[in-house]
């Protein structure tokens, strides 16, 4: 259970100079410290990957891309379809980063069209608002549920779309005043997208000896629709996997291991 959060709260555990190459610290410094200091079975073929949620994304984003490293994975409601499942809490964030805009708004006329264009906001970048939101929760000892989901897609942003030129290091995917999508910024996001790797990874995940994936079916980040395309597209690249499905949401499913873990036993015992 590697300890893997950032300044931004989460982490998808795949490399991003905005937030730190964490794919790199499992693969290069946390597996050969397990293996020099704890009598494994050092080899691919007895090393599972298993999390839940940015967890789950992790497993199979590393069956895809460091299939090299493990053995069996398993991926409690990972991320996935970002298309569905990341869109409809944004407009939530940007009513919350506007509370963070200078100057504060008043009620009366307003120019959409030169809101929309101001200090770069049409590009991706922050105006100050992002910024003034991480000074104020970092402060915090405890944060809403609104400034909860508001830094975990913030979060998002820094680990799908880094870019040092940035004032952040990073872009957003939405206009903070308008709402609308940026196209180019929005397709950096979805080259993460595990149901759009599935083809170009499928010889790595065929090197696996067990892909496990599960999901509520009452998920209210709408996972499970993540979930189930990513195991239509698993399945039509013909590649053996288990996918279930339980009556629950995304919350407080660690039971969910008593199936993971043994599955992942199964796997890769000699």
């Not at 989460?10 to 597996?31: C, F, H, K, M």
């Not at 009620?107 to 939101?133: T, Y």
């Not at 509520?216 to 399945?235: C, E, N, P, T, V």
Request: one cysteine or more; a neutral charge; charged letters at 25%.
């Amino acid at each position: 259970f590697p300890d893997c959060f950032t300044s931004l709260g989460g982490n998808q555990y795949v490399n991003s100079p905005a937030i730190g190459n964490y794919a790199d610290y499992l693969t290069r410094e946390l597996i050969p410290f397990v293996d020099r200091e704890v009598r494994t079975l050092s080899s691919r073929a007895h090393r599972g990957c298993f999390g839940k949620s940015s967890g789950g994304y992790g497993s199979i984003i590393h069956g895809m891309k460091y299939a090299q490293h493990w053995g069996a994975i398993a991926d409690h409601s990972g991320d996935a379809y970002f298309d569905f499942v990341y869109w409809h809490d944004w407009p939530n964030t940007l009513n919350e980063l506007t509370k963070y805009r200078l100057p504060k708004r008043r009620p009366g006329r307003f120019d959409a069209l030169a809101a929309s264009a101001r200090k770069g906001l049409a590009e991706g970048l922050d105006d100050g608002r992002v910024q003034r939101f991480l000074d104020a929760v970092w402060g915090k000892e405890k944060l809403s549920g609104a400034e909860g989901h508001c830094i975990m897609n913030v979060c998002m942003a820094a680990t799908y779309d880094p870019d040092s030129k940035a004032p952040l290091g990073f872009r957003l995917p939405f206009n903070l005043e308008t709402g609308e999508m940026i196209e180019k910024r929005w397709d950096r996001w979805r080259e993460h997208d595990p149901i759009l790797l599935v083809d170009r990874y499928k010889a790595n995940l065929k090197t696996l000896k067990g892909i496990y994936i599960d999901c509520g079916w009452r998920d209210q980040y709408h996972i499970h629709y993540g979930a189930r395309l990513l195991s239509k597209r698993i399945a039509q690249a013909g590649i053996r996997h288990t996918y279930e499905e339980f009556d629950d949401n995304h919350s407080d499913i660690d039971y969910r291991m008593d199936v993971s873990l043994p599955f992942l036993y199964r796997a890769l015992k000699p």
